[in-house]
């Protein structure tokens, strides 16, 4: 039986289903704008997938392309480059330490050490009273320098000035540094020099500077000699802060050239009993005293 549908009923059917099985335009459009809209949501997930291959970009593309409600609608491909990105290595995937920038170091020059003065040589001898020896005690052979000298075997050369300092002028007008030129003539194998005690009236680090005078000049007229700096003695234990200062100064310079270093604040050579060995004016040592400092030298240089 055959049924046949009134106009009406064709009319509506018609305005769903137009002549030709075409949609619309309006209609194909839409489905190509959410095709797009898909494609655009899947980019970020496939390009990462591409990068992590280590695929180069330049050659790679996604295409994507809206699926059609009925198989009716062929849309075009949409083709989208992939931006290229290299892949993670060790270099870049692990985190970046900042940066510390260190002070330029400045290279340490050690000395050259000066062997010991062998037996026969010329020892000269620098400084004040307690050096020289002074009302009748410590004078010639029972002083501490001819008892070193006479230990050691050289010949001893006693150029000290009582009452003299690194720049105190004494009686005689001549600190120790006036005294450089009298040592370099006799060409010694060895220099000791022993001051500072007498120049308090001057300030340290001027005291420390005409130490230094002394010291580097003595080095750079005989550089083969053995160069002995005696820190200030002192006739206590009690010695005033700036021959602490004088000392660890003179400890400093005399590393820098390459000299021995003793240092009669830290031996604590004439306090508590000791100070038995100190005359009766309290400041300078008694035969005992140069003995005393004898003793203290030469067993530091035989460590040297």
Known sequence: MRIRRSRGTARRWQAHEPAGGRRPAHLVALALLVGLGVALARLDPATTALAGSGTSAAAQTLTFAPV?????????????????????????????????????????????????????????????????????????????????????GWKVVNLAVPGTGFINPGWTGQPIGSRVGAAIDRHPGVVVI???????????????????????????????????????????????????VLRDHLRRTAASVGAVFIDPLAENWFGGSRHSMILADGIHPSDAGHRYIAQRVLARLARA
């Open 194 to 244: 022993s001051g500072g005690h007498n120049d308090s009236r001057w300030s340290t680090a001027s005291v420390a500077a005409a130490a230094d005078r002394v010291i580097h000049r003595l080095r750079a007229a005989l550089p083969n000699a053995r160069l002995v700096i005696v820190a200030p003695i002192w006739p206590s234990g009690s010695p005033p802060s700036r021959c602490l």
């Open 68 to 152: 059609p409600a009925s198989g009716e609608v062929t849309a075009t491909p949409i083709r989208v480059p992939v931006r290229d990105t290299p892949p993670a290595t060790a270099a870049t995937s692990a985190p970046r330490r900042p940066l510390v920038h260190l002070p330029e170091s400045k290279p340490i020059v050690v000395p050259r050490s000066v062997a010991a003065a062998p037996s026969g040589s010329t020892a000269v001898f620098l400084g004040d009273s307690y050096t020289s020896g002074w009302s009748g005690a410590g004078l010639g052979a029972r002083g501490w320098p001819r008892i070193v000298g006479a230990a050691e």
